[in-house]
């Protein structure tokens, strides 16, 4: 039987923060972004999951 552990986008947004050192003032800096709208992605308020463009971006930047 499986465990089947649920793991949000903002559960796994924030482990790649702490994973690559990266602040929510770094990251919007590096998007040229307001940080508010990375701490809204973090905290689950926002979905960055339809802007193709800033999700590649992310995944650049985020790499750990």
């Known amino acids: 039987i499986g465990w089947g552990i649920i793991v949000t986008s903002q559960e796994k947004l924030n482990t790649l923060f702490i994973l690559s050192n990266t602040s929510n003032a ?28 800033l999700l590649s971006k992310l995944a650049l930047i985020l790499r750990p």
């Not at 972004?33 to 339809?50: E, K, Q, Y």
């Open 26 to 53: 770094k990251l919007a800096a590096a998007l040229n972004i307001d940080p508010s709208l990375v701490s809204r992605w973090r905290n689950g308020t926002r979905n960055v999951a339809g802007n193709h463009e």
